[in-house]
């Protein structure tokens, strides 16, 4: 699967730095939500209760996680995202890691390097 064919799915969740303006975070779910994509951000860090903090928070059947922070963290969601079955995962530069990349062809997830930005300017 190529990172262009995740569009063809409208329910996705970012997982990253989503509330500030500054991180590609924030700027991927506005332009996922800008292109009519049913998006929502989670942050496992926020401190302010305005996020969702897990995947499990999320009230709709996420079809793909454009997961966008550190590997560290990353691993965690997608421990979360084999739990909740979630199939699909695009991972933005920086957020990579072969951990990441082992766990998800191991247990059925697909997941593709690239960048949800440069998809949507196509």
Do not use: H
């Amino acid at each position: 699967m190529q990172a262009g064919e995740f569009l063809n799915y409208k329910n996705w969740v970012v997982v990253g730095d989503v509330s500030n303006p500054s991180k590609y975070a924030y700027r991927i779910l506005n332009a996922l939500k800008a292109a009519d994509f049913n998006a929502e951000g989670v942050n496992p860090r926020d401190t302010t209760g305005n996020l969702y903090k897990s995947l499990k928070e999320v009230s709709y059947k996420i079809d793909v996680i454009d997961l966008c922070i550190n590997p560290i963290t990353g691993l965690k969601v997608m421990q979360e995202a084999k739990d909740l079955n979630i199939s699909k995962v695009l991972i933005q530069p920086g957020a990579e890691s072969q951990e990441i990349l082992d766990f998800c062809r191991n247990n059925g997830i697909i997941a593709v390097e690239g960048c949800a930005l440069v998809e949507l300017a196509r």
